[in-house]
T-cell receptor, first 113, second 112 residues
């Protein structure tokens, strides 16, 4: 049973436009959500996170929105740049637990020139 | 600052051979340590985590095992590899009670 779902395996966006990556979760116990960026043959790097007590967190070009009632979060990248082309993973966890993060399958973002 | 390293970066092993992947973390004490695997089309799957020396929790039954002989060292092993063990293995660490996990560079394992 997949508790974190990224239903779009890939997304193509023109350079300079907004990229919106979506993520849904089923476990209502999740209270912290993260986005990671991954280039081929490299480990994922942490991008941005949000606590369940917030509905928005912004860091430069990256903004994460959380809709708890819909169990949905999204990552907005504005403006999109060529270096943003990568696989983006959504992840979730419960209460600072030591048992790691639950990841979605990832969305491959392709920024078109 | 904290750093994490894992090795080897690439490994090609025959079916039935043993495996040992090593990971070390520097710049922090008593981290939580993790082994993840990325298989094709399956995202990042948690294999093992450890909250201290000698303390290992397994998330997925398999022919892999993990050990933590020192505070900042985490080892992934197998006595006999299967074809299905092929994948990209990632070591990671987190602060105690921290939510963010930081990954190493990854190790490509191909079982032939």
């Amino acid at each position: 049973d997949q508790q974190v779902k990224q239903n779009s395996p890939s997304l193509s966006v023109q350079e300079g436009r907004i990229s919106i990556l979506n993520c849904d979760y089923t476990n209502s116990m999740f209270d912290y959500f993260l986005w990671y960026k991954k280039y081929p043959a490299e480990g994922p790097t942490f991008l941005i996170s949000i606590s369940s007590i917030k509905d928005k967190n912004e860091d430069g070009r990256f903004t994460v929105f959380l809709n708890k009632s819909a169990k949905h979060l999204s990552l907005h990248i504005v403006p999109s740049q060529p270096g943003d082309s990568a696989v983006y993973f959504c992840a979730a966890t419960t209460g600072g637990g030591a048992d790691g993060l639950t990841f979605g399958k990832g969305t491959h973002l392709i920024i078109q020139p | 600052s904290q750093t994490i390293h894992q090795w080897p970066a690439t490994l090609v092993q025959p079916v039935g051979s043993p495996l040992s992947l090593e990971c070390t973390v520097e710049g922090t004490s008593n981290p939580n340590l993790y082994w993840y695997r990325q298989a094709a089309g399956r995202g990042l799957q948690l294999l093992f985590y450890s909250v201290g020396i000698g303390q290992i929790s397994s998330e997925v039954p398999q022919n892999l095992s993990a050990s933590r002989p020192q505070d900042r060292q985490f080892i992934l092993s197998s006595k006999k590899l299967l074809l299905s063990d092929s994948g990209f293995y990632l070591c990671a660490w987190a602060r105690v009670a921290g939510n963010t996990i930081y990954f190493g560079e990854g190790s490509w394992l191909t079982v032939v």
